[in-house]
């Protein structure tokens, strides 16, 4: 007896899967995530595509070394192109985070800006770079995908703390100043203006 046609369901067959690409889930064939965020970056929006992977980040089941296994073995694949660029953020930044903030501290002083003290202490916290007489910091992250929530919650309440102390803080990733330090070091400046201004009319004024 014939199939009957089922129009919200498409077949699509692939002779490169390999075991690496194959999982079960509750009993049912289905491919890894890796391999699934592959065929479905031919198809769908990046911003779906980027939705997808975080969502996976969140369930612990994102896997670096998987996707980059996956994007290896299928570079004429439709949809590489656009995983790997989705991929760009969740690969580790070249430099350490000593040679970060050089690089970020010579950006600064190549642009003009005032400078800035580094390991400076404010309430209980060390912050990366400082400018104390505006209470305005960067902080450095260097990503790492680790899948644990607890550095997450940490520093958001490091930032609250920092807040209530009357500092504000911005963050640079390190891929983020790898790609664009002309944009990064712009908007720090930026910031630097905005915190000035806001002091000079009355805001914060904490010792």
Same mark, same amino acid.
């Given at each position: 007896?014939?199939?009957?046609?089922?129009?919200? %369901?498409?077949?699509?067959?692939?002779?490169? !899967? %390999? &075991?690496? &690409?194959?999982?079960?889930?509750? @009993?049912?064939? *289905?491919?890894?995530?890796?391999?699934?965020?592959?065929?479905?970056?031919?198809? *769908?929006?990046?911003?779906? $595509?980027?939705?997808?992977?975080?969502?996976?980040?969140? !369930?612990?089941?994102?896997? $670096?070394? &998987?996707?980059?296994?996956? $994007?290896?073995?299928?570079? @004429?694949?439709? @949809?590489?192109?656009?995983?790997?660029?989705?991929?760009? %953020?969740?690969?580790?930044?070249?430099?350490?985070?000593?040679?970060?903030?050089?690089?970020? !501290?010579?950006?600064?002083?190549?642009? @003009?800006?005032?400078q800035a003290v580094t390991a400076f202490n404010v309430a209980g916290y060390e912050l990366d770079v400082y400018w104390p007489e505006l209470r305005f910091a960067v902080e450095l992250d260097v990503y790492a995908t680790h899948g644990a929530h607890e550095p997450f919650e940490e520093d958001r309440l490091r930032d609250e703390e920092l807040k209530l102390a009357g500092v504000e803080l911005t963050r640079v990733t390190g891929r983020r100043l790898e790609r664009e330090p002309r944009q990064v070091i712009e908007r720090v400046a930026r910031l630097l203006d905005q915190r000035r201004e806001q002091l000079g009319r009355g805001g914060w004024a904490g010792g």
């Amino acid at each position: 007896m014939p199939r009957k046609r089922r129009d919200a %369901i498409r077949i699509h067959r692939s002779r490169t !899967l %390999i &075991d690496a &690409d194959r999982a079960l889930e509750r @009993g049912i064939p *289905v491919t890894s995530v890796a391999r699934t965020a592959l065929d479905l970056a031919a198809i *769908v929006r990046f911003r779906n $595509l980027r939705r997808l992977i975080r969502r996976s980040e969140e !369930l612990r089941a994102f896997d $670096l070394a &998987d996707f980059r296994s996956v $994007l290896a073995r299928n570079r @004429g694949h439709r @949809g590489a192109a656009r995983l790997e660029l989705a991929l760009a %953020i969740y690969e580790p930044p070249r430099l350490t985070r000593s040679e970060l903030e050089r690089e970020f !501290l010579r950006l600064a002083e190549q642009r @003009g800006l005032p400078q800035a003290v580094t390991a400076f202490n404010v309430a209980g916290y060390e912050l990366d770079v400082y400018w104390p007489e505006l209470r305005f910091a960067v902080e450095l992250d260097v990503y790492a995908t680790h899948g644990a929530h607890e550095p997450f919650e940490e520093d958001r309440l490091r930032d609250e703390e920092l807040k209530l102390a009357g500092v504000e803080l911005t963050r640079v990733t390190g891929r983020r100043l790898e790609r664009e330090p002309r944009q990064v070091i712009e908007r720090v400046a930026r910031l630097l203006d905005q915190r000035r201004e806001q002091l000079g009319r009355g805001g914060w004024a904490g010792g």
